[in-house]
């Protein structure tokens, strides 16, 4: 990661135009070089203020992770200092916390959206090992109005059900049924559904429950091109985290790897739905917590799950949208994503044309949140 020091990127400017880069545009290519005006944390056709000079750059909406896990403000400055501007924490015992975080006006911090406790079979792993509350278990259909109506006294901004495989010798798993009253409840509170699902089974559970996104990608079997066709006719997006997939495989601690598992599987289940025409979403499941399956750092993993995306099949434009435009669009973000007048000024300069190699992403030269230029 490289930075250009310039000693007008001061926080205390609320005018300014970025001049000389080349902007990402909502089809997927980069103009000739051009000037970018930014007032009071928005961008303006035209500013005026001070000048930063972009040098040949090409600058990017800032990226959006839409599956993290955040236990610590640091890792929200982290990820912004990687040009990661917006992360979604995807379930968490701490949320009060994470709120507070959320509703804070601090520029120097990724933007933070969450879930607060996610939906769980009784017995299921997050409570007996992630430290969720007993009230995170469901205990059938008929409990989901009550799990939904404790999960809304938190005030997240989405819903999140974790649907785990069915394995011997451990916890029943959440039944059909109740993944479909949960996801019904949470439409009627006008929230979004996330379900974790690892599996195609669980992602047609998912999928008949109408869940509005799916997160991760199978490392067991593959997602098949009928499974893929269903998903994209139902609108349905998927965060396949790639990079934790891989990474959990990598990590597994065991006398020997189950041939069932292996990451070949992930990979072809994301170039299934690309090739279908779903909707794909950057997330990285970024974490440090102890008790995860494979601990994945904060903002530098998103230009892992970029590259990752890549090798899926995405074109290196379709998987910068997957982390800005379409990102925006799935979580209801209207305010940011794309590079035009009225958004904000939510902005990840690089120094090469990530177009033509996906790894330029890295080369970050600025990165600002509102205007506000990223803590050095």
């Known amino acids: 990661m490289k930075r250009c020091p310039s000693d007008s990127w001061r926080h205390d400017i609320p005018r300014f135009t970025i ?21 009071d944390g928005v961008l303006v056709d035209r500013a005026g203020g001070a000048e930063v000079d ?28 990687w040009g990661v501007t917006t992360m979604l924490d995807m379930g968490t015992p701490r949320w009060a916390e994470l709120r507070a975080w959320r509703d ?24 007996r090992k992630m430290g969720f509350p007993a009230s995170t278990a469901v205990r059938g259909p008929a409990d989901a109005a009550r799990w939904t109506a404790d999960r809304l006294a938190e005030d997240p901004d989405y819903l999140k059900v974790v649907l785990e495989e069915k394995l011997p010798f451990q916890p029943k798993p959440l039944s059909p049924d109740t993944v479909a009253a949960i996801v019904a409840h949470a ?11 690892a599996s195609s089974r669980a992602y047609t559970v998912a999928l008949d429950a109408g ?16 499974l893929a066709r269903r998903i994209t006719a139902a609108g349905t997006a998927v965060s396949p985290t790639l990079v934790m997939m891989r990474t959990i495989l990598r990590t597994l601690k ?18 299934a739905l690309h090739e279908a025409g779903a909707t794909i979403v950057l997330g990285t499941d970024a974490n440090a917590d102890r008790t995860s399956p494979a601990r994945v750092p904060h903002g530098s993993s998103a230009h892992d799950e970029l590259a990752l995306l890549v090798e899926a099949g995405l074109t290196p434009s379709q998987a910068l949208a997957a982390a800005t435009s379409r990102a925006a669009a799935v979580f209801g973000l209207h305010d940011r994503g794309v590079l035009v007048t009225g958004k904000r000024a939510d902005l ?9 190699d996906i790894t330029a992403t890295r080369d970050v030269v600025g990165v600002w949140k509102r205007g506000v230029p990223a803590p050095a």
């Open 19 to 39: 001049t000389d880069v080349h902007v990402f545009a909502a089809d997927g290519t980069f103009g000739p070089p051009t000037s970018v005006s930014v007032e």
């Open 54 to 81: 972009g040098r040949g750059g090409y600058l990017l909406p800032g990226l959006i992770d839409t599956h993290v896990h955040v236990d610590h403000p640091d890792q929200l400055t982290t990820g912004l200092r």
């Open 211 to 226: 869940a509005d996104v799916i997160t991760h990608a199978p490392i067991r079997d593959t997602v098949s091109a009928d």
């Open 254 to 271: 065991l006398p020997f790897t189950p041939k069932s598992l292996d990451f070949a599987h992930s990979l072809a289940s994301t170039r």
């Open 104 to 127: 804070s006006d601090d520029d120097t911090r990724a933007d933070l959206r969450g879930v607060s406790s996610p939906a769980c079979a009784v017995r299921g792993r997050a409570v």
């Open 187 to 197: 439409h009627r509170a006008g929230k979004k559904a996330v379900v974790h699902a």
């Open 348 to 356: 990840l300069l690089i120094a090469r044309d990530p177009t033509r």
